[in-house]
């Protein structure tokens, strides 16, 4: 494999830039990101608010995970879900055991087992599987995790079925009282997994080994003339990615009670790569935004609409053409403009342009929103309602103004774009020379 | 015997199948080095867009023109989505085609919902060609022969017999000099592209009445696709041929013959267990090769990867 199988990084990035003595970590984020997952719940203390964060929690353990492979060590998985799976499933099952033995076994340790599981798994599956990067290792994870989700419907014992395995968390050894029946006792174990498990992903990706995988995956050949085994260093980093990932399936399994075999199919592989991806994969919090991002689209689009998955994958494209660096790319960018102290001349450039655009969005998902029901609703059923109005869809009125909306939206963007492009020069280019 | 001699006809059909989409894969990978997720989903697009036309001009005008739109939406995607993507690395740009898989389904189902359409066999196709002991085998299965045979040796006759085939040989194996020769080298990755992806049109068009015109048949076939080309080796058509018809030939071949673990367990000299439900070992025993069938390819895949990781025919280095 060539260079170019990898994501290449730009070294004058300073977020990627190699530090000296690069165990010592600036300790106000990991601060801040302590308080406000205890504080959460005092600010949203409603049961959806907690069921929520709970999914995103989960969902920023395993994109995190996720992201030691994707881009930390430049390799593309298309069945990182099994992972998380089986560890779920091992979890469940220790779950079981415990109900029946009764053995002495406190819940917050369930998501160790989980991670050992994981970790086992992709030790197996690694040993062949990490030989090369880019698209051999991309087919292999495809079809190891295809095989291994059709198994599910075969090894019942294990994998339950259709109906999958199902548990009880409040039957094991109390833990300083706390039985975890209550949901928001569920929400601090999680919170505290969380913390444990992005510190220790942040502080391998310090280590050397840590380090090792970004050579690999710039450069392979390199890291093998410096006397680095290029496989071994993939193969380090799946087994490490399969143990966190196989902890967020150990949380999945403590708040959900339950795993099938959706967890493990190509469809939650796909989300994983979707979410880290749109978070950014060039920077270690680039997956946490991710997972943010997306569970609150999820969840906030699929009370509104059953197109969500639709939208879902236009950002996802459009992420992958367009701002291949994520979310964190686009709020890093703006990093050498607030160090130069000119954010300032940007704001109004983004007003200018940003607010057209926004609502050209919108007028863009409102036609899709009326073609789908003029197509699909039931005959007779002409009334819709998009973006709080109630019109009929088969009526040309609500179709004109939609599209002038969007067309006259479209147009200011056009228009004021090329001030905006302007401005973003300006603001990045230092006062008294050009850059 | 004479079951055999189905089987071996429903196993060249599905192999063919395969091929066709395989043959498409293997090429665009051979060329830029990409695999195209979003391949199985031109298949799907083929079978609708041919659904479509049939409504209205009848079977052979979607055949005739459902896989010339999808080689041109195969060709704009590589103009305007591949190359823009391919200055980032070839991971950004296997992920931009698992999104438009993605992509692509939702918007089938979008457009034409979550049902399987009525896309049917033609009345001329619709009869019995002949029987084998009773077996009936019907008229359209021999036409899908038919046309991925033709399909197959031309492709074979333009790839090694036609100067533009010696172009895109040449093209694959070294762009530059190529290109230098006054070739534009990035139209006939266009071409090639589109082409590849109207194989799978053509695919599509002919698969979906016997195997279901449904949102989710990209999926069916998708991975199965994948497997097939790296089990034949990446980039090689002998290779995709090959693996096409091995896996058409397995899975048929699991499928009809019912044959049970616990048998073979027997055989080898297990005795089955008393008490079998409280086994742990009890869903070995009870395995059947039907159920089986469809995860066959995958566990030949990693058995390839393990001991030829390069695939049956594929260069080492690829």
Redesign the interface.
């Known amino acids: 494999m060539s260079e170019q199988d990898q994501i290449t990084t730009d070294p004058t990035k300073p977020a990627q830039r190699m530090r000296a003595g690069s165990m010592t970590i600036s300790a106000t984020p990991w601060i801040i990101a302590a308080v406000l997952l205890i504080a959460m719940p005092y600010l949203f203390p409603s049961r959806s608010a907690l069921t929520i964060m709970n999914q995103m929690s989960i969902t920023i353990v395993f994109a995190l995970a996720y992201n030691m492979l994707l881009g930390q060590g430049g390799m593309l998985s298309f069945g990182h879900a099994v992972y998380m799976g089986v560890g779920g499933f091992v979890a469940v099952h220790v779950m079981n055991l415990i109900s029946d033995t009764g053995a002495p076994f406190p819940m917050p340790f369930l998501p160790i087992v989980g991670g050992l599981f994981g970790m086992g798994l992709a030790m197996i599956v690694g040993s062949f599987s990490t030989r090369s990067a880019g698209t051999v290792f991309a087919m292999i994870s495809l079809g190891v995790g295809e095989l291994i989700a059709a198994c599910s419907v075969i090894i019942v014992v294990f994998f339950g079925g259709e109906e999958g395995v199902s548990g009880y968390r409040d039957e094991g050894l109390p833990f300083f009282g706390f039985d975890f029946a209550q949901q928001i006792e569920v929400y601090y174990l999680i919170a505290a997994w969380l913390m444990i498990s992005a510190l220790l992903m942040y502080l391998y990706s310090r280590t050397p080994i840590g380090r090792m995988a970004n050579a690999v995956r710039d450069n392979p050949e390199r890291a093998e003339f410096l006397g680095y085994s290029a496989r071994w260093v993939r193969y380090y980093s799946f087994a490490a990615s399969g143990f966190f990932a196989g902890i967020a399936g150990g949380l999945f399994a403590i708040n959900y009670e339950i795993l099938t075999e959706e967890n493990l199919n190509t469809a939650s592989s796909g989300v994983i790569l979707l979410v880290t991806f749109l978070g950014g994969v060039g920077f270690f919090f680039g997956p946490i935004i991710g997972a943010i991002a997306f569970t609150l689209l999820q969840t906030v689009l699929s009370l509104h609409t059953e197109l969500w998955a639709f939208y879902a994958g236009v950002l996802f494209v459009a992420t992958v053409m367009f701002f291949p660096g994520g979310l964190a790319g686009l709020i890093m960018m703006h990093v050498p403009v607030f160090q130069i102290g000119k954010a300032k001349q940007l704001v109004l450039p983004y007003f200018k342009t940003l607010i057209p655009g926004a609502v050209a969005v919108l007028g863009v998902s409102a036609l899709v929103e009326m073609t789908f029901h003029y197509r699909h609703a039931a005959t007779g059923d002409n009334e819709m309602t998009v973006f709080w109005t109630t019109f009929d869809s088969h009526a040309i009125l609500p179709w004109v103004i939609a599209l002038v909306v969007t067309f006259g939206a479209l147009y200011l963007t056009r228009l004021n774009a090329p001030s905006l492009r302007e401005a973003w020069a300006e603001a990045n280019t230092p006062d008294g020379g050009a850059a | 015997m004479d079951l055999i001699l189905v089987n071996i006809i429903d196993g060249l059909v599905t192999g063919l199948l395969l091929f066709m989409l395989s043959a498409g894969l293997t090429l665009i990978?051979s060329m830029m080095?990409?695999?195209n997720f979003a391949h199985a989903s031109f298949y799907m697009l083929g079978a609708y867009f041919a659904y479509q036309i049939s409504l209205a001009l009848g079977f052979w005008m979607g055949l005739l023109i459902a896989p010339l739109i999808v080689g041109v939406m195969g060709a704009g995607v590589e103009r305007y989505?591949l190359r823009?993507?391919h200055q980032?690395?070839?991971?950004?740009e296997?992920?931009?085609t698992?999104?438009?898989a993605?992509?692509i389904e939702?918007?089938v189902?979008?457009?034409w919902?979550k049902n399987q359409m009525p896309y049917q066999v033609p009345d001329v196709l619709n009869f019995t060609a002949f029987a084998i002991a009773g077996n009936s085998i019907p008229a359209y299965k021999i036409f899908m022969i038919f046309i991925s045979v033709a399909i197959f040796i031309g492709l074979l006759y333009v790839l090694t017999r036609t100067r533009v085939g010696m172009i895109i040989q040449a093209a694959l194996s070294y762009p530059r000099t190529v290109e230098s020769l006054g070739h534009n080298v990035p139209l006939i990755f266009m071409g090639v592209f589109g082409v590849g992806t109207a194989l799978a049109g053509v695919a599509g068009v002919i698969a979906g009445p016997v195997l279901g015109t449904f949102p989710g048949m990209a999926?069916v076939l998708g991975?199965i696709v994948?497997?097939t080309i790296?089990i034949g080796g990446?980039g090689s058509l002998w290779g995709a041929l090959v693996a096409s018809l091995l896996i058409g030939w397995v899975t048929t071949f699991a499928k009809s013959y019912n044959i049970a673990m616990s048998d073979i367990l027997n055989g080898i000299g297990f005795s089955t267990p008393e008490n079998l439900s409280d086994s742990?070992w009890?869903?070995l025993w009870t395995?059947t090769s039907p159920?089986?069938a469809?995860?066959l390819p995958?566990?030949l895949?990693?058995l390839i990867?393990?001991f030829r990781?390069y695939g049956l025919f594929g260069k080492r280095d690829a």
């Open positions: 990978f080095g990409v695999l989505g823009r993507v980032y690395g070839h991971v950004p296997l992920i931009f698992f999104g438009l993605l992509l939702e918007l189902q979008f457009i919902g999926f991975s994948f497997v790296v990446l742990l009890r869903d395995v159920q089986i469809d995860i995958y566990i895949m990693v990867l393990i990781p």
